[in-house]
């Protein structure tokens, strides 16, 4: 007696666990491969392409508004579901739209920016320092 064909998802965490990556990236890229295919419907990835990708991985970054290291790991998800499980070449020249970094403020002024906002102060009569600093 025949066994059924390994679903999809199995076949995804065999192919991880022969290749020795961690629990934590099994159930990542599980998770992501799962959310891939409910995205489009429960389509199957075989039957999906290039257009798909980058209508997924746009979705994350414009709709949903991920980093882009979140961004990254599903890229990198689907990259391990089509060459490695599904053994189908992935599609070159991915165009999705890419996250953005958030521009990070100084926490630290600098000896310049701090004499500037003093003097500020003692010019509006908010500082009541009696000696210079400089």
């Not at 799962?34 to 746009?58: A, S, W, Y």
């Amino acid at each position: 007696m025949e066994r059924p064909p390994a679903k999809l998802l199995d076949k995804a965490r065999y192919r991880i666990r022969l290749k020795g990556y961690s629990i934590r990236t099994e159930q990542s890229y599980v998770s992501w491969i799962r959310r891939f295919i409910l995205f489009h419907n429960k389509r199957h990835p075989q039957d999906m392409g290039k257009n798909e990708i980058e209508v997924c991985l746009t979705h994350l970054a414009v709709n949903r508004h991920v980093s882009p290291s979140t961004q990254n790991q599903a890229f990198n998800s689907l990259l391990f579901l089509y060459r490695n499980v599904l053994e189908i070449e992935f599609p070159e020249n991915i165009n999705a739209y890419r996250s953005k970094r958030c521009v990070r403020l100084p926490t630290v002024l600098t000896k310049t920016e701090t004499m500037k906002t003093l003097s500020i102060l003692r010019a509006m009569g908010a500082c009541s320092w009696g000696a210079s600093y400089s």
